[in-house]
């Protein structure tokens, strides 16, 4: 990944949908914010909140909306392009302490959600 293809924005978590999509109002800098974008959290996927996987997918869905429902965030992005469904495909990273925190690997490593590529 080229480091010159990456950009990042402060952003407010409006709402969890499931473990890999969110929705989020984003500081673009400059006064401009853009109000309630759905974005798919990137590298990851986790089970869906209907069918088979429905109750997994609850799960994973809680556990991120506990982490970062209504929470400030670090928004990083790859070339600011959308995917297929058109989303932005994002890293969010949420300030822990003194640190941030990748949550796209924090759902991984907890067991809410798989490495994957796209």
Do not use: C, H
Request: glycine share 6%; charged share 35%; proline share 3%.
């Amino acid at each position: 990944m080229d480091p010159r293809n990456l950009f990042y924005y402060k952003g407010k978590v409006i709402s969890v949908y499931d473990g890999d999509t969110v929705r989020i109002d984003i500081d673009l800098g400059l006064s401009i914010i853009v109000k309630n974008e759905p974005v798919r959290l990137s590298r990851i996927n986790a089970p869906e909140v209907r069918g088979q996987e429905k109750t997994l997918g609850f799960l994973s869905r809680d556990y991120l909306k506990n982490r970062i429902e209504n929470k400030e965030i670090l928004l990083q992005t790859e070339k600011d392009d959308k995917g297929k469904y058109g989303r932005y495909i994002v890293e969010i990273w949420i300030k822990d302490q003194e640190e941030y925190i990748n949550i796209n690997d924090e759902l991984v490593q907890k067991g809410f959600a798989a490495y994957k590529e796209y």
